[in-house]
């Protein structure tokens, strides 16, 4: 049993900044897991959008996000952070927080939450 509630979500104006939080509990879930954030686009499918290991310091972004976005962790409260700048109308989509062992993350992570809107208007 692994939850994992995403947070943050919502509409903002292009170049404009969000923050997503997605915070783990259940039994299941080891602090050691790496988590990070797939999107979805309408019509598209879902992509890698950054990921972070335990210590914090390994750090993966999507090409298509480097230099605007910053993933970022608190072990302590097992939450993981979504920092968006500079956000373009082509980044809209359902953003999903995932969780699984650090082999497997980018490609079929084990947990997946329930997704938060992002829009990103003109």
């Known amino acids: 049993q692994v939850q994992l509630v995403e947070s943050g979500g919502g509409l903002v104006q292009a170049g404009g900044s969000l923050r997503l939080s997605c915070a783990a509990s259940g039994r299941s879930f080891s602090s050691s897991y790496a988590m990070g954030w797939f999107r979805q686009a309408p019509g598209k499918e879902r992509e890698f959008v950054a990921t972070t290991f335990y210590s914090g310091g390994s750090t993966y972004y999507a090409d298509s996000v480097k230099g605007r976005f910053t993933i970022s962790r608190d072990n302590a409260k097992n939450t993981v952070y979504l920092q968006m700048n500079s956000l373009k109308p082509e980044d809209t989509a359902v953003y999903y927080c995932?969780?699984?062992?650090?082999?497997?993350?980018?490609?079929?992570?084990?947990?997946w939450g329930q997704g938060t809107q992002v829009t990103v208007s003109s």
């Open positions: 995932v969780a699984g062992a650090s082999g497997n993350i980018r490609t079929i992570p084990a947990y």
